[in-house]
Structure formats: C-alpha cells, structure tokens
C-alpha cells in the first residue's frame, strides 16, 4: 500500500564537520592512480548511452513518502536533479536519522522506467572485481547463496565456478548470456524457502528499492541462524557526498549511513560482522563541490554546480569515448569552467583519499549474521 503524505517540512540542521586541513594537504594530489581509478570508477556507474530514448516527464509518477528508517516526514533538502534518462527533475532530501532519499519517490509502476534497455551496457565480466567480493564470502565449506539484484548472473557465475550452490533474483530480464539459475521477478513476492541460505549478497542494490526495511526483513527470514548478508551500499556520511550531485539519483532512491545500516539490522534480527570504508569493489568521489562550496545558496539544483565536465561524459560509458567526450569538453566547456572542473576534479579524488583515512568513504561494505 503506497502512503500520501503532505510535503515535507524543511529544517536547519548543521552541515557536517570539517576535514583534518593536515589530512587535505597531504592528500592534495591527482596522481596517476588516482586517475586510473576515476576512469575505472565511471566505468562502473550506471551510465545511459546517447541512444537511450527518453522517457516523457509525465509518464513518471512521483509520491512523497516518509522515510523508510524512522517514519519521519521532516526532512531536510539537499538538492534538485534532472534525470537524462526520463528529463525529470528528482529531489534528494535528508532525513533527522541520516537517511537521504529521493522525495517525491518514482511510484512503483514507474520504476522499471527508470532503466534503459542498455544499463548493463559496456559493463562486462570483471575477474578482478569478481575475485574481491567472493574474498568477502566465508572460507572453507561453500553453502547455498542467493545474489539479490544479480543482474546478468556474472558474479553467481563466478561464485559457482569456485564451488558454491547459487542462484540469483531480479526485477528485470537482463538477457543473461550464462546458464546460470536467475528467477524474474519482485524479490518480495518470490516463494523461497526460509532459513535455508548461508550466504545472501546485494551488491549496489539496497539504494535501488523503494523499501529497504522490506528486503532486510525478507533476508533476515530466508537465511539460516548465523547465515551472512553481504551487501554494499552509498554512505552519504562520508565527506562532501551530502551536496555531490555523483550519485545516480533517480536509480538510487536511498543513501545510507553506517548507524542507520547498524540500526536497519538490529531491527531485523542481524547485526554488523564488519563495515568496511573501502573502494575495493566500487568507488565514490565527491564532484562538484567547488561550485557549491562558493555558491552557498539553499536547495541548489545540480545544473548549477555540477561538474561540467563529468556531467558530459555521464551520457555514455568512457570506455571507446574518451577521445569524443575530451572534445566535447573542449567545444562545450569554456576556459574558465575548464579550470574550475579540473580543480574540482582533484578536489573529489583528494577528499574521497582523506575519507579512506578517516574510515567514512562514500562507500561502504558490510557483512551482517543473523542472529539467534
């Protein structure tokens, strides 16, 4: 049942605190790494190509909800997105409890619009990535795992091929090319058998539904006492991502914190193993806020202080368009927003570095067991 409520009321709650300046100076450095993590970074993001076709703002439906964690309908803005899958604008607000989330929310019916048909396109079979998150899986006897939001099946794939007994669920058909066991379909309508899974993964999929405390509860039933629910998912605590317009709002409806991912398990019957501020298998940077940091205005929308740059290269993938989106920059970027982009640019690399110290990236990996 979808709730109505009334829009919700603003507050002045105090932004977050300052970096260590001694943490920034020392990491106030675009090495060639870090270059090569970018790239592979945007590499990852779920990017719509120039062919996507666009979806009509009036065929998504918006509702207001109120925060899934606690109830509340006070909720602070953050900011405005227009989407350049659908061309609607989207509203990402903060809630008392740390949760952020996209308000009004796309109905349920409007989700899967939310999707091109090329959203997995150009994101092919990674061993390396595959490799660290089957290291995050128990060693020793392999069980039974189910994968939530598997997608094209590649990581139960993998996960199989070193012997565990898989299987994967998701809302959409994405073609898989594997013969791998992948049932279609709302996870939270699905019949499977309770208490029966040792290992449960979401990976990058909790920031996806529109009721994460359904899917905790639902994991919490399916695995066995002491099974594992291994999952990933955005830490809009970790520095400069509450006013970064890098997330991939609308498709993440929900940006968590690691006390309000603490107090989603308690609530279920787990409790956290292990939360890891690591960019092992994704990774967050924080662009955009040298334009925010000097406009200082309320409830900015992202078109006025985005990165000009990134923003062109997040209408396809990088990989096979690097030498076309570097001059599209040089035709569309003028000289002094080039400059402003490419401090802005160390600027995102240099505090997702300082966030790695401080063991709260944007971010973030967790390994939860059920409890007796």
């Not at 100076?25 to 870090?34: A, E, N, Q, S, Y």
């Not at 009036?58 to 659908?86: A, F, M, N, W």
């Not at 994991?219 to 099974?227: D, I, K, N, P, Y």
């Not at 003028?334 to 505090?351: E, R």
Request: aromatic share 10%.
């Amino acid at each position: 049942m979808r709730p109505v409520l009334a829009a919700p009321a603003r507050n002045t709650r105090s932004a977050a605190a300052k970096l260590p300046e001694t943490a920034v100076r020392r990491w106030f450095v675009l090495t060639p790494w870090d270059v090569r993590l970018f790239q592979q970074s945007l590499r990852l993001l779920p990017l719509p190509s120039h062919s996507t076709s666009m979806h009509s703002p009036q065929s998504i439906k918006l509702e207001y909800v109120p925060c899934d964690l606690c109830g509340s309908t006070d909720h602070l803005p953050l900011y405005r997105k227009t989407d350049p899958v659908t061309g609607t604008e989207f509203g990402l607000v903060e809630c008392a409890c740390g949760m952020a989330f996209v308000n009004p929310m796309p109905s349920p019916e409007s989700i899967p619009l939310l999707y091109p048909p090329d959203y997995l396109a150009g994101k092919e079979f990674r061993q390396d990535q595959y490799e660290r998150m089957l290291r995050l899986l128990p060693r020793g006897t392999k069980g039974r795992l189910l994968d939530i939001g598997c997608g094209r099946g590649d990581f139960i794939r993998y996960a199989a091929q070193s012997g565990w007994n898989t299987e994967g669920v998701d809302l959409m058909d994405w073609d898989s090319p594997y013969e791998v066991p992948i049932r279609i379909g709302d996870f939270l309508e699905m019949d499977l058998p309770e208490g029966s899974y040792d290992v449960m993964t979401a990976w990058a999929l909790l920031e996806h539904v529109r009721k994460p405390s359904l899917f905790f509860q639902k994991v919490s039933r399916l695995l066995r006492t002491g099974g594992l629910f291994i999952f990933v998912v955005p830490n809009v605590s970790a520095p400069g991502m509450r006013h970064s317009c890098a997330e991939d709002i609308p498709r993440h409806l929900w940006l968590f914190t690691p006390d309000a991912v603490r107090r989603y398990l308690g609530t279920y019957g787990m409790e956290a193993v292990s939360v890891l501020h690591s960019g092992e298998i994704y990774r967050a940077y924080p662009f955009g806020l040298l334009r925010y940091w000097f406009g200082r205005s309320r409830n900015f929308r992202c078109a006025d202080y985005e990165n000009r740059s990134v923003a062109l290269l997040r209408n396809r993938q990088i990989k096979g368009n690097l030498r076309t989106w570097i001059s599209e920059v040089v035709r569309s970027v003028g000289p002094a927003d080039l400059v402003l982009d490419a401090i802005d640019l160390a600027v995102g690399v240099c505090l997702a570095r300082v966030s790695l110290i401080m063991k709260n990236y944007g971010i973030i990996t967790v390994t939860a067991s059920k409890k007796d």
